[in-house]
């Protein structure tokens, strides 16, 4: 099963990351309950979920669509919009390199101030979206959008070659925190040079942060709008966007679904190179378990709202525990399978309106018991990085059953 189309390489030299610990925490996610308050009732959509990333990992989350993964990723920023969202339980925690090295631990990202949030979203967790078009502003130069980050998060480093003693003024419009007013009698000298020499510093740094993801020109690009560009190029400057600022975490939530399969190999690529030059972190996020194969170190399989297998990658190919992970694996498309018709899973992933306890695959699993469609299975470790939430894996005596009453999976796929 190995992927036919996309070969990812990584050609980059060890990291110059200042990062803890490779294998230290990065984020530990626990118990995360995310509804949605609807007129049916209340959608389940992340119920329950558990996983750790650690430092400078790639961790993929696979799943169908309405999973639950997209808004797993959103709300470690918090960009699920409440209402009608609801953030119901469970915590994220994050250690932040910069906390970490001023003797700090953790923040949980669900309770921290706004403004403690505002200074880690962009900053020291990043996000590239699914659909480059849809976010970036149409209305901004590229050089425009990109500088924000920098006015945002790297005030200081703007205000440096200033020397001392910078106006107050001067301290404000390298955080963009400008009036209309300010701004007039920023026009003026002798404040007039420093203004301009603090915008072409901002304009070094974008266009240094835009030759990072091999953008031809980088200087045209600055002043290009959206719609000039091709969708490829479109990602580059949200990858740019997202690492300007050298972040501990980077979500890419399905970043190249809206690409051809060329311009997707490439973005990869990229992806790939610049994580482990910078020691970044990846939360990978995708419906495609066959690229997933390819750039992940371990893998976080979502199913119905739960994570319902978890894996180092290699594992968890070799021996795919969980009835669904093995019918995703079974969907891979393969240049040596016979043609005609895709292998797929039969029914679609369940409403999550007030679910009971039951498994959630229970509708499209052909080794579904009755247990199966009463109880929630317990998440279980099959070794120390493996571990699955199915009754096939559990112990019947520990659920109060005789071993014919739960299910009898077939072996593995080898
Ligand atoms: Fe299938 Fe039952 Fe396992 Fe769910 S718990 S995946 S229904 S065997």
Not at 388 to 397: E, F, I, L, M, S
């Amino acid at each position: 099963m190995k992927q036919d189309l996309i070969q990812v390489t990584s050609t980059a030299s060890a990291g110059t990351s200042t990062h803890r610990a490779t294998g230290a925490l990065v984020a530990s996610v626990r118990d995360l309950s995310v509804h949605f308050d609807t007129k049916a009732g209340s959608v389940h959509a992340v119920d329950g979920v558990s996983f750790d990333i650690r430092d400078g990992e790639t961790l993929g989350l696979v799943g169908e669509t309405g999973c639950g993964k997209s808004v797993t990723a959103r709300s470690f920023l918090r960009l699920v919009a409440t209402p009608p969202g609801i953030y119901a339980g469970g915590r994220i925690d994050f250690w932040s390199s910069e906390a970490q090295e001023a003797g700090g631990g953790p923040v949980n990202l669900l309770t921290i101030a706004d403004d403690e949030m505002l200074e880690i979203r962009g900053n020291r967790i990043a996000m590239i979206f699914q659909d480059p078009s849809k976010a970036l502003n149409p209305a901004l130069s590229i050089g425009d959008q990109l500088a924000e980050v920098f006015f945002q998060h790297r005030s200081n480093e703007l205000l440096a070659p200033l020397g001392p003693n910078v106006p107050m003024i001067v301290r404000r419009a390298a955080r963009q925190e400008s009036g209309q007013f300010e701004r007039i009698v920023l026009q003026l000298p002798p404040l007039r040079s420093k203004a301009a020499k603090m915008r072409a510093q901002v304009d070094d740094l974008v266009a240094g942060a835009l030759a990072e993801t091999q953008i031809p020109n980088p200087r045209r690009i600055m002043a290009s709008y959206p719609h000039e560009l091709s969708g490829g190029m479109k990602q580059r400057v949200l990858i740019a966007q997202a690492l300007a600022c050298n972040p501990d975490l980077l979500i890419a939530d399905e970043p190249t679904t809206a690409l051809d399969v060329t311009i997707q190999a490439r973005i990869l690529n990229l992806i790939a190179e610049l994580q482990q030059r910078l020691g970044t972190s990846v939360l990978y996020i995708s419906h495609d378990l066959s690229l997933v194969r390819e750039i992940c170190d371990r893998v976080a399989v979502m199913y119905a709202g739960r994570i319902v297998e978890t894996g180092r990658t290699v594992d968890l190919f070799r021996q795919p525990l969980h009835p669904y992970t093995r019918s995703l694996m079974s969907a891979i498309p393969s240049s040596t399978s016979e043609r005609g018709r895709l292998a797929a899973i039969a029914g679609t992933v369940p409403e999550l309106i007030d679910p009971q306890p039951s498994c959630r695959f229970h509708s499209r699993c052909p080794y579904a018991l009755e247990v199966c469609r009463e109880v929630d299975p317990r998440f279980l470790r099959h070794d120390v990085d493996h571990g699955v939430a199915c009754h096939g894996h559990d112990d019947p005596t520990d659920l109060g059953l005789r071993p014919g009453d739960v299910p009898t999976l077939e072996p593995a796929i080898q």
